[in-house]
């Protein structure tokens, strides 16, 4: 005769029980509907934790207090910049100035079914199309220019509010960060303190490795292919090898994006570039995702070349674009806590400081 057991569960728990889901549940409802300040803030975290060494080297040169240092950090930044824009505008507007000139022969081209141009008419009739949408609607039928203008004017606000606000956030992290982080290790016991501290640093360093390697995956991008459109002699290279080594930063699929760009360019200077340029941006991107990305990552953030990929996939579904740039060292952070929790359980009673790995 088969036994039955009964269990009950005292009404507190099931109080509890719910409080907790419930509190969960708002935390999650909170955060997706301040998604927004969120990747803020963690875009101003990454931004604190590259430059964090940079104010310390000059605290300690300079002698000074925490404050004047980080505006002689941010006075750097912006003098690096400056110096790089020098000398990347003057060429930059040259070729600008080029495409806009050549912009007419283009359009001429397409109107008349010649040139690289010219299929769009003779094969898809694109201009009859254009001026049957305009006789029905107007322009603001084909490009939804109300619509459009709206858009990007909300668009320029949201990136001038999210630039400020990123910059203050920075500044008040590098300034206040040190010091919330003593107050948060003194809420431990005084005996594990040493141990979160050693924690703490090695996630300061997993996380600096990999913005310094972002930044030289982009710097390898932009000039590799900046290389190539030199040879083939297609215009705006320095310019496009700009947006390169921008886009390049969103990992996996930045390349992508850059490649499809630089191609329509180079396909409309000659058809040998355009085949060029798409054969290197294959190679290239199975080349960074697989060689450059995880060889880099591996030395920068100490993972392994699979967890960086899986990392970084995953963080991509779960989060698009930001989540693909904060999965690494998310990855990197728990990999660290990992660690150390498992060489902690290996030695419980030693109470010695672990070396790092």
């Given amino acids: 005769m088969n036994e039955q057991r009964l269990v009950d569960f005292r009404a507190q728990t099931i109080v509890r029980t719910l409080l907790i889901v419930v509190a969960i549940a708002a935390v999650l409802e909170i955060l997706w509907i301040a998604r927004q300040v969120v990747s803020w803030m963690l875009i101003a975290l990454f931004l604190a934790l ?10 300690r040169r300079g002698r000074i207090r925490r404050g004047p240092a980080i505006g002689v950090a941010y006075l750097l930044v912006i003098a690096v910049a400056a110096a790089i824009g ?6 930059l507007v040259d070729e600008v100035n080029g495409f806009v000139q050549a912009l007419p022969d283009y359009v001429h081209q397409l109107t008349h079914g010649r040139g690289r141009l010219g299929f769009l008419e003779t094969k898809y009739h ?4 254009v001026r049957e949408q305009v006789n029905k609607g107007g322009a603001s039928r084909i490009f939804g220019l109300s619509g459009a203008a709206v858009s990007i004017t909300k668009s320029v606000i949201s990136i001038v509010a999210a630039t400020v606000t990123i910059v203050f956030l920075t500044f008040f992290m590098l300034l206040e960060g040190r010091a919330w982080m003593d107050r948060l290790y003194s809420l431990l016991p005084e005996s594990s303190r040493p141990r979160w501290r050693r924690v703490g640093d090695d996630i300061y360093r ?14 390898i991008a932009g000039v590799s292919i900046t290389i ?7 215009p705006y290279a320095v310019a496009l090898g700009l947006v390169v080594a921008f886009l390049d930063l969103i990992p996996l699929a930045g390349a992508t994006i850059a490649g499809i760009i630089v191609a329509v360019v180079a396909f409309i200077h000659s058809v040998p570039a355009g085949i060029v340029v798409v054969v290197f941006f294959i190679v290239y991107q199975q080349l960074e995702n697989h060689v450059i990305q995880p060889v880099v990552y591996g030395r920068t953030v100490a993972l392994s070349a699979l967890a960086v990929l899986v990392s970084v996939l995953v963080g ?22 990992l660690r150390d929790q498992l060489a902690h359980r290996r030695s419980p009673a030693t109470g010695t400081v672990l070396p790092r790995s």
């Fill in 126 to 129: 694109i201009v009859e199309k």
């Fill in 206 to 219: 997993t996380v600096g490795g990999y913005v310094t390697g972002n930044i030289l995956i982009s710097i």
């Fill in 228 to 234: 190539v459109l030199l040879i083939m002699g297609v």
């Fill in 316 to 337: 991509a579904e779960l989060a698009g674009v930001l989540g693909a740039l904060a999965a690494i060292p998310i990855a990197g952070a728990l990999q660290v806590i």
């Fill in 50 to 59: 590259a430059l964090d060494p940079l104010v310390r080297f000059i605290e």
């Fill in 86 to 91: 020098w000398s990347f505008v003057p060429k």
